[in-house]
């Protein structure tokens, strides 16, 4: 069994003749990749702490255009938002991968992911979105409808997924998801979630839903709220009592307050389109008011993040005196 991990982080401006056959008015991924790195160390690092025995592929401006140039015959796709779903694609073919996990740049991996390392059965393993629902084009995500023995009521929770952590045990389904993000604009979440709940072509595994049942976290519905402004002015005005300011460490462990194991922390908040001062101002508050200090202990000294937590960085790469 070959599993490798994939991380991406491009600057699409610089390169993008070598990625992009028309530089579309679509989204940008990664304006400018030196802003990502304390989060790429941070998202690498903390992935090979529980991980040591997985291989890691990660892309860069560094290393990209070599990586083409070994790739026979790749040409340029159209779409902006295709990229990572597209590099990835050559990464498990280059590899000869069985199973390819995809973990976005702003992730901390907080556990050994067993649920997708041990499953080899399903050919996608995808996980929840905010509890939200998203209505685009070609897809309305649907809600899980819950019943329990001891209440009449109907319990209904999104099943929206979230594309930044995604793994594959099929090479076909990634290629027809790449396609469809392709097709079917303006990103790949939308086309991954109109792949697994319209088309329904291929075995799918919701890693942490129906979200109510779940016992582990793998993406930001551990944050127990929805949206950025939410998250960050409770941070600032109301801070202990917020669902992330109380989560908890037991026997090396990170939970929810609801206790749910959290297997993967992910940040999102669109950081890839905000103007500098914006990114800036959010990186800021991610690593000084979000979290209690038990929180970012364990993201220290069980997740190899201490570099992110501990020093200052000035987000222009290098650190802050």
Known sequence: MKIITFFCNITLSKIKDNLVEEHDSGVVFNPDQDRYLP??????????????????????DNNIKDFLKSIPNYKP????TGIKFSLGFEVMKKYNADKLIILDIDTITCAR????????????????NYNIQDNWKHCITPYYELEFEDSDEIIRDSANLN?????????????????????????????????VWVIKKYKVKVLDGP?????????????????????????????????????????????TPDNKQIKVWHLAEGLHGRPQEDFNKLTKMYKNYIFNEETKKFFTEQCDCGNFFKCKYNMNGGKDD
């Open 39 to 60: 989060f790429c160390d941070c998202a690498i690092n903390s992935f090979k702490k529980w991980h040591k025995d997985i291989e890691v592929v990660y892309l860069n």
């Open 113 to 128: 992911l067993d649920e997708i390392i041990n499953n080899n059965e399903d050919d996608i393993l995808v996980s929840l």
């Open 163 to 195: 594309s930044g952590i995604v793994c594959f045990n099929n090479p076909p389904a990634l290629k027809e998801v790449l396609e469809l993000t392709i097709a079917h604009p303006p990103a790949e979440q939308a086309a991954l979630n109109e792949f």
């Open 77 to 80: 796709i159209k779409s902006n």
């Open 211 to 255: 979200w109510p049942l779940s016992n582990v976290a793998y993406n930001v519905r551990s944050k127990g709220v929805n949206f950025t402004n939410h998250i960050f002015d409770l941070a600032l005005h109301n801070k202990t009592e917020t669902y992330i300011y109380n989560y908890y460490v037991k026997n090396n462990k990170l939970y």
